[in-house]
């Protein structure tokens, strides 16, 4: 298998973050892609995703999941332990609707606030192949929208070790790459937020989150 | 069981087809949600779903399933029968990239075009608890997006009986709520997306797409 991987951007965190818990990193060849440099827009990358993004997981028979939905769902398939979507159908569900949550409320909303408010990142408003002009309403309500995400994390994780409750899942992944992702918006876990900054420290002395 | 749904809302419709493909509709009860007479911003909804959305899946034990993907991954697991997201771990990743795909770059496009856009949605340009003021520019860049996805989703269904293949899966789902979300901007697939129409039409005369 490879992992098209991107080692500074937090999306590509995610799965490899994901990879790691599973045992798998020295089992799958990580090729390094140059966002910075723009490789990811070029011919060559393309062919590979046409939507221009990393992470990119392909499998050994050629198969390419270019989401990290996708590449999630085919690793988790294809490699059930231990198992980071749930260990039953209430679990499943429940991952699901606080990775979903964690997803569209936290990394859209640094997401917004960085594309939209970067001065290098002019015309990429949006990730993929087309251009879209910043809209700088957006990158504001993003900033206002993180420290609310901040809040509800802190409820969610009270009594609670991680996201889902008594284990580790891909909600905690996504959650702690949001936070980690709006540090570079200089916005941090407040002081008042007991659970989640016990439970960041937790999750970043997991030995996948040094990757 | 008990489902909680708006019959006019293109949200909950997602969860309704789905049930109706799983055969499920006769054992689960819904319950109808007036979004437009404002009952999900109710105390009384709040405590059932603090993000004042549906669709909400509660099973028999009072577990509440909170968002789409949360509704559908509980009732995939619970309910394998027939499989609507992959049969296998290949077909898993790559229902999963496509629903994806269809929920950020279709409905989100067509949600951001409506709620930035509509006067009756004014403060309302996202859902949940917390009003944000409209943004003209992200509904004049929804309305943009929403010709790309037709163009994209004629390339996906090329030669293809379904987006995933030649099996119905939540990718169809979603991919058929978007073009129909859509008509609510006056936007329609053009003549010229064979595939994609050949598609519409099949997906539509299915019972499931009726309800």
Chains 1, 2 share one sequence.
Request: charged share 25%.
């Amino acid at each position: 298998m490879k992992f098209y991987d991107c080692a500074t951007a937090p999306s590509p965190r995610r799965v490899r973050m994901y990879i790691a818990e599973k045992g798998l990193t020295d089992h799958i060849e990580t090729v390094e892609v140059d966002l910075r440099g723009g490789a990811h827009m070029t011919a060559e990358f393309r062919a590979i995703n046409p939507n221009c993004t990393v992470p990119v997981v392909e499998a050994d028979d050629g198969t390419r999941f270019l989401s990290t939905q996708g590449c999630w769902r085919y690793l988790e398939a294809a490699f059930p332990e231990p198992p980071l979507m749930g260990r039953n159908p209430a679990e499943t569900g429940r991952v699901a609707d606080l990775e979903w949550w964690a997803d569209t409320e936290g990394f859209m909303a640094v997401a917004e606030a960085l594309r939209n408010g970067t001065p290098r990142m002019k015309d990429r408003a949006l990730v993929g192949p087309v251009n879209y002009a910043q809209i700088p309403e957006l990158a504001e309500r993003g900033r206002q929208r993180v420290p609310r995400f901040f809040a509800r994390l802190d409820e969610l994780l009270d009594g609670r070790e991680f996201l889902a409750g008594d284990y580790f899942s891909v909600a905690d992944i996504t959650a702690l790459c949001v936070v980690d992702f709006a540090g570079w918006l200089k916005l941090t876990l407040p002081e008042t937020a007991a659970n989640a900054r016990r439970w960041h420290a937790a999750v970043s002395s997991r030995p996948s989150a040094a990757l």
